[in-house]
């Protein structure tokens, strides 16, 4: 994680056309099991920095009736651009991801 926050600060001290690294970047980081000692797949850990989202906040949703990960993948492939309304098996775009 030492290593992880580096990456963030040093993506965060650059700039490059009037925005930090950080800013123009999305940066996601998590794990493949949501329990690792169930070996469970649902409800994965994951983190997005950077990419002109509003952070600083922890999204927690209905373990028993979250949406798919890739709703996230979504979100962020529209955010590049991409004008994409699905990925795998999404249902939409990720709640409560805000843009700056």
């Keep these: 994680m030492r290593l992880l926050a580096d990456l963030f600060r040093s993506l965060k001290s650059a700039m490059e056309g009037g925005a930090t690294l950080l800013d123009r970047t999305m940066v996601l980081y998590g794990s493949n099991l949501g329990d690792a ?3 469970s797949t649902t409800n994965l850990p994951t983190l997005l920095a950077g990419g002109g989202f509003r952070h600083g906040q922890h999204l ?3 373990r ?3 949406y798919p990960l890739p709703n996230l993948f979504v979100t962020m492939l ?3 651009g ?3 309304a ?3 098996p999404s249902t939409g775009t990720m709640r409560g991801l ?3």
Aim: charge should be negative; proline fraction near 0%; charged fraction near 35%.
């Design 64 to 66: 028993g009736r979250n």
């Design 37 to 39: 000692n169930a070996h």
């Design 98 to 100: 805000e843009m700056l």
């Design 82 to 84: 991409i004008d994409e």
């Design 60 to 62: 927690a949703f209905d």
């Design 86 to 88: 699905r990925f795998g």
């Design 78 to 80: 529209q955010r590049l």
